[in-house]
């Protein structure tokens, strides 16, 4: 059975990590049903996270390795200044810095108090409506060669927020990309690839606190959650990136609301627990 739920939770964590929905607190809410009483685990929502990134790693492998080069020879002083590619390395680094700070400075909350699921409930509504305000009002003319080192610090601290179940990890970035001005498409971007160093630094730092920890779901399963998280995170970067060109983030913003609103009802009638 287990294998099984590991499953099960590999395809919700591949299908909502890069939507602006929030793959944590899908994990969090599809976790208490499959497991009553009990909550698969922050640390295990980071390492089935690696197989997410992974799939971003895969897809934008000619992107990360430019910038990672440019980078490189931007320290040496074999490239112009300015040049944009080793600029935009210098901005995700910059950028995932405040989730690595306060992640580390509110670990206990993070694993506890904060996966309350009348917080993910709240969480998913709020920053629904907040995307669709943004979405609206959000001009379509900036590109990632346009973003500013204050801007850069912006997006670091809209992922950040991510932190708290609910929220969305490209949900908080594609707001402040879009109230910034950058076009949908830039603001996805951009939050897939800021998002590779803090993912996987969270996702390792889970393996490594995993060991010798006693575990809901065993290592096999949690493997697997992370293989199939790959697989199908690859297949909805793909698609989603496709959607965004031609529509807007609607869709997202009743879905949240929705979601939101049946967690209240089920915490209200017992049927899911808080804690």
Same mark, same amino acid.
């Given at each position: 059975?287990?294998?099984?739920?590991? +499953?099960?939770?590999?395809?919700?964590?591949?299908?909502?990590?890069?939507?602006?929905?929030?793959?944590?607190?899908?994990? %969090?809410?599809?976790?208490?049903?499959?497991?009553?009483?009990?909550?698969?685990?922050?640390?295990?929502?980071?390492?089935?996270?690696? *197989?997410?990134?992974? #799939?971003?790693?895969?897809?934008?492998?000619? $992107?990360?390795?430019?910038? @990672?080069?440019?980078?490189?020879?931007?320290?040496?002083?074999?490239?112009? &200044?300015? $040049?944009?590619?080793? %600029?935009?390395?210098?901005?995700?680094?910059?950028?995932?810095?405040?989730?690595?700070?306060?992640?580390?400075?509110?670990?206990?909350?993070?694993?506890?108090?904060?996966?309350? /699921?009348?917080?993910?409930?709240?969480? /998913?509504?709020?920053?629904?409506?907040?995307?669709?305000?943004? $979405?609206?009002?959000?001009?379509?003319?900036?590109?990632?060669? $346009?973003?500013?080192?204050?801007?850069?610090?912006?997006?670091?601290? #809209?992922? #950040?927020?991510?932190?708290?179940?609910?929220?969305?990890?490209?949900?908080?970035?594609? @707001?402040?990309?879009?109230?910034?001005?950058?076009?949908?498409?830039?603001? +996805?971007?951009?939050?897939? /690839?800021? #998002?590779?160093?803090? =993912?996987?630094?969270?996702?390792?730092?889970?393996?490594?606190?995993? /060991? *010798?920890?006693?575990?809901?779901?065993?290592?096999?399963?949690?493997?697997?959650?992370? +293989?199939?998280?790959?697989?199908? *995170?690859?297949?909805?970067?793909?698609?989603?990136? &496709?959607?965004?060109?031609?529509?807007?983030?609607?869709?997202?913003?009743?879905? %949240?609301? +929705?979601?939101?609103?049946?967690?209240?009802?089920?915490?209200?009638?017992? =049927?899911?627990?808080?804690?």
């Amino acid at each position: 059975m287990d294998w099984l739920i590991a +499953a099960v939770l590999g395809v919700v964590q591949g299908l909502t990590e890069f939507l602006p929905i929030s793959s944590s607190a899908h994990l %969090r809410i599809v976790g208490e049903f499959l497991l009553p009483g009990e909550d698969p685990g922050a640390f295990f929502t980071a390492i089935v996270q690696i *197989g997410t990134e992974t #799939a971003v790693l895969v897809y934008f492998w000619s $992107d990360i390795v430019g910038i @990672i080069r440019s980078w490189c020879a931007s320290l040496v002083g074999r490239r112009e &200044k300015g $040049d944009p590619q080793a %600029r935009l390395g210098w901005l995700i680094i910059l950028g995932s810095i405040p989730i690595g700070v306060l992640g580390l400075a509110f670990q206990d909350a993070i694993d506890s108090v904060l996966r309350n /699921l009348w917080i993910t409930g709240a969480m /998913l509504i709020v920053f629904g409506i907040i995307l669709g305000i943004a $979405d609206r009002v959000g001009s379509r003319e900036r590109g990632l060669e $346009d973003m500013t080192w204050g801007q850069g610090i912006v997006y670091g601290l #809209a992922q #950040a927020m991510a932190l708290i179940p609910g929220v969305s990890r490209s949900g908080g970035t594609i @707001i402040a990309g879009r109230l910034m001005g950058f076009t949908r498409e830039s603001a +996805a971007r951009y939050s897939f /690839l800021l #998002a590779v160093p803090a =993912v996987m630094a969270s996702g390792f730092y889970g393996l490594v606190k995993s /060991l *010798g920890e006693p575990m809901v779901l065993g290592w096999g399963p949690t493997v697997l959650a992370t +293989a199939v998280s790959f697989v199908v *995170g690859y297949v909805v970067i793909v698609g989603f990136l &496709k959607f965004i060109q031609t529509k807007s983030f609607a869709i997202f913003v009743w879905y %949240r609301v +929705a979601l939101g609103l049946l967690v209240f009802v089920l915490l209200g009638t017992g =049927v899911l627990s808080a804690v």
